[in-house]
Each structure stands twice: as structure tokens, then as C-alpha cells.
């Protein structure tokens, strides 16, 4: 294993190699970071593997062991893996909730759930010790007097945002199968990275892919007036049960919106913002940017955050050609051991 120095070295290369700045980095820990994780479970000649895929290889890799596991979440990995589910393949999703609950969402094909279903027993089994989520939709599922039941729409405090100038923890509300961060404590470091970018006065902000309110929660809990634009619909849905105990809820107005569309409407959202907010997919901000273009005034300052450098140099190409320009960029290494990094980037407008 390459030395944690090194690695970091590693890793301001590559970014500044895409960003053409250097780039502090800034280290919450060496491992035990995550609080949620993504596993492909196959049988391959009558064994269970359950692991992460390895592209270059198109293979799973078993995963015995994780250092970047919370202890919390190896736990209930562990205990996944010592009674896997009778199936042949399928995705898993687990994920330890702030107060020490243990979620599980499996991503299978309808006929698969079926024979679960119908087997039943490996559902009982698991249901003592872990809530369940099954499928696309990300169905709740209980069992009461001898029947499974599949409910739509449940959610609980899978997560936690940062709230105030002192970042308390403040539960969100989510699916086990919702978009949060990795992590509790890497999380919070984001935030605050992000909060120390901000200007000291109060703003009107636009966040973009708001998803169940992380920073949008923080950046009102701050004074800011927030518009989030999300098209989940089950995440907005999570984010206005976390937003009924919120004291600072009139400051954030939700709109549904797919700001890859071209609806007039996501024009309409930039007016009279002092800031743009996005932290987008992989495949970055698309044609959002396009509705950017057509716009007469734009906001003075824009903070992306990105944990994929390359499309996020494409986009920073584009907001260039708007007038902005890069005049700061900091990252949080979520993920050590691997090539992955979140990065923060401040731009703003040149006059």
C-alpha cells in the first residue's frame, strides 16, 4: 500500500494536472470514513463473492476487509455478509445511520425479489437486525402476522447535515437507497470548507442538485437565503420532513426542476442570485450551462464541487467562457486509498 503522503502528492498532481492550480488538500482521517458503501454480490462457480467491481478487470473483487469502513459499518457488513441472501446476483447497498441504525437497500431484478419473497425465511432473518429497502423505487419492507408488506415512501434519518457557525449535527431525512455524502465526519469537513468560501454577509443563493438538503439546510442555518433545485422527487419529499424541524425553513424555497432540461424555468431561477451552489453527477452540469448562456446578469460568485476532476474541467472551461474565472479550490480527501478526491472551487465573476 502506497504511503498516505504519498498518496496525497499523488492526488495534487492529478488535480492540478485537470485544474491548473495547485490545490490544498485537507485530511479528516487515513480510514474509517465511511458510513455507507456500494457492493456487488455474484455467485461464480457455486461461491458467493461480495465486493466491489473492478473495471479493469470486469470482475467483482471479494472484499474480506475494509480500512475505510466505520467500525459501526464493517460491523453490519460482516454481519450481511455472514448470511448473504439466496441470489445470484445483485447490488447491495448498506449504510449506518447517525444514531447507529443499519440500513440495507438491495437493487434486484423484480423476478429476483419475487423468489425472496416467496422464500421468505433469509427477509425474516434480516429484518431483526437491519431495516430493508428493495428495488428502483426503494420500498420499504416489513413483515407483520405472517405477511411481507412493501411500502412506498419511507424515510428515516439515514444522514446528517452541520448546522450554525459551531456545525451541530442536524439529522436529514432520506431513503437507505438516497445520494448523501460517504461519510459523517468527512461530511462535515466539506461543509466547512464550503461555509469558509462564502462571503461575510447574507446572500441569495441558487444550489443546483440539492438533493435532500445537505448544504442547503447549512447555508440557511447561516442566515442565506437558499433556492435548491432538485428533480428527486423523493429526495425533496425527504428534504421538507427534515426542513418541518428546522427553525430556519422559510429561508430555503424548493423547486422541482431537471436542470438538464430546457425548461424556461431554470432561467428563471438565477435572477437576482449572489451565488451559485452545485454539487452535480459525474457527468457534471450539461445543459444547464446552456441555459447559463442565454442570461444577461449572472451571479458574482459560483462554488462547484465535484468528486470527478474531469467533467469538472470541462464545465470549469464553460463557466470560463461566461466570464468566471477559478480563484480557489480546496478538497477534502473522502476516499484515501483510491485515485477519488472532493474537490471545492470558488469562481467569480471578472468585471
Known sequence: MTPYSEQIIDKQKFLKSHLGIDIKIHTVDIGHLRDRCDLSLIERDGEKILGLYDIDKKIILDLEECPQMSESLWRAVSKFRADLPPITLG?????????????????????????LLI???????????????????????????????LLENQFETWFETYIGKTLDPFPIYGCVGGFTQPGFRA??????????????KKLNILELCSGSGNFSINLASLGHNVTAAEVDNSSLEAMQLSLNEFDNKKLIDIHRINIHSKSPKIKDLFVDKDLVLVDPPRSGLG????????????????????????????????????????????????????????VICLLEMQS
Open 91 to 115: 447490488s447491495v447497498r448498506i449504510r449506518v445511520s447517525p444514531n447507529g441504525q443499519v440500513g440495507i437497500w438491495l437493487d434486484l431484478p423484480n423476478l429476483t425479489v419475487k423468489d
Open 119 to 149: 422464500e421468505k425465511s433469509w427477509f425474516e432473518r434480516t429484518l431483526k437486525w437491519a431495516y430493508v429497502e428493495i428495488g428502483q423505487k426503494r420500498k420499504k419492507l416489513v413483515y407483520e402476522n405472517g405477511k411481507h408488506q
Open 287 to 342: 445543459r444547464s450551462l446552456d441555459a447559463m448562456m442565454e442570461l444577461k446578469v449572472l451571479p458574482k460568485n459560483f462554488i462547484y464541487i465535484s468528486c470527478y476532476p474531469e467533467s469538472l474541467a470541462q464545465d470549469l472551461q464553460k463557466l470560463e467562457i461566461l466570464g468566471y474565472r477559478l480563484t480557489k479550490a480546496e478538497a477534502v480527501d473522502q476516499f484515501p486509498q483510491s485515485k477519488h478526491i472532493e
Open 187 to 200: 461530511n462535515k469537513k466539506l461543509i466547512e470548507v464550503i461555509d469558509s468560501l462564502l462571503p461575510d
